[in-house]
């Protein structure tokens, strides 16, 4: 767990304006980035490991693990360059804790550990949908809190309404596949390749409306949390009865993209009337879908409210949000023991309020 020490007034991490390398290494990107509190994003580095897994149709966790060990050094310095700035002038270092895959946690928690040590700087440990949840702060106009967050990807789908930095209530979450999991095993199902969820949005495009007939999952009941397996069955029998052409899996695709996005905007427009606010974050991987986007826009203009995203290029795990959340949490005081550990699993609730 964190440990919450004040620490001598002359520590280099505790000045008024401070530079973070961030590591994420939760699942099958390695992200590194510089984040400076008056600058900005320094530096952001990115590989991804898609062709990696590609022809497991998934990702393999101990394939995951040695290509974290491959790369996140060189990346490491690589940041560094890019923002010509040496190790003297970070004043701490924030890594992904959890949840994620415990060996793909643990080669960033080892490595982010070790240089805190050697460089003599404070370490913390970040969650990684506390990541996603803050990514929309790092553009301008940020959301102000507090405001309900829907965190949409590959392994995760919850609704929080979040009071401020580390003040979250998981209002409804998975209890199955999540969206981006879904989107995955749909467009595996239409031949796509791996990661299919972009190339079945994509796929989506030459789509028309009216052919198919979708669920919405969960939404004829009250609550907050998701179901999408069901979902994914429905679109494996559609798939199966149909005539097999490439407009029929356009058809398919759109249909199925269709009700994932009704039913994500019904329990956003649920959970804003549950907490009677006006104002929505919407991040992780799914957050990237143009109709998803376009359709909360609408949505929250009819309430006169506002939606707020990461950029394209924070919609996937990444250093910088790591590195923006490990910020606020070390100016609050928070760092790491050498006995860190990773956490695959952590509730967002567990975390300390700053």
């Known amino acids: 767990m964190h440990i919450r020490k004040m620490l001598p007034d002359n520590f280099i991490g505790l ?12 699942c099958d990107e390695t992200g590194v980035a510089i984040y400076d509190e008056q600058q900005g994003i320094m530096s952001h580095q990115l590989y991804s490991q898609v062709k990696l897994h590609a022809d497991y149709g998934g990702v393999v966790p101990e394939l995951a693990s040695r290509d974290h060990v491959r790369k996140l050094v060189p990346l490491i310095k690589k940041a560094l360059t890019e923002a010509n700035c040496t190790h003297k002038e970070l004043d ?3 890594f992904t804790k959890g949840p994620g895959l415990v060996g793909a946690l643990l080669v960033g928690s080892s490595v982010a550990r070790s240089l805190a040590y050697a460089w003599q700087l404070p370490a913390v440990g970040v969650h990684h949908m506390e990541g996603h949840l803050l990514a929309p702060m790092l553009d301008e106009p940020a959301p102000a809190f507090p405001f309900v967050a829907l965190l949409v990807s590959g392994g995760h789908s919850m609704m929080v309404e979040v009071k401020g930095i580390g ?7 998975s209890v199955d596949d999540a969206a981006g999991e879904a989107f995955d095993k749909t467009a595996k199902l239409l031949g796509l390749d791996y990661p299919g969820g972009p190339l079945l949005a994509k796929m989506a495009e030459q789509g028309e409306a009216g052919h198919y007939e979708f669920p919405r999952p969960m939404t004829s009941k009250p609550g907050l949390d998701f179901s999408f397996s069901g979902l994914k069955t429905h679109a494996a029998n559609t798939i199966r009865q149909s005539d097999g052409s490439a407009q029929a899996h356009a058809n398919i695709a759109y249909a199925f993209q269709e009700a ?3 039913t994500l905007a019904i329990k956003c427009k649920r959970a804003l009337k549950h907490t ?4 929505l974050v919407i991040a992780g991987g799914v957050s990237a879908n143009k109709q998803l986007r376009q359709q909360l826009k609408v949505m929250m203009d009819s309430i006169k409210g506002e939606v707020f995203y990461p950029r394209f290029e924070y919609c996937t795990d990444n250093g910088a949000m790591i590195a923006y959340a490990g910020l606020q949490r070390l100016k609050a005081g928070e760092q790491e023991s050498l006995q860190t550990k990773a956490q695959p699993r952590w509730s967002l609730e567990e975390l300390d309020a700053i």
């Open 92 to 94: 701490g270092i924030a």
């Open 260 to 262: 994932v996005v009704d």
């Open 15 to 26: 000045r008024k304006l401070m530079r973070v390398l961030g590591i994420e290494t939760s």
């Open 167 to 173: 003040q979250y209530q998981v209002l409804g979450e």
């Open 276 to 279: 009677g606010l006006k104002r």
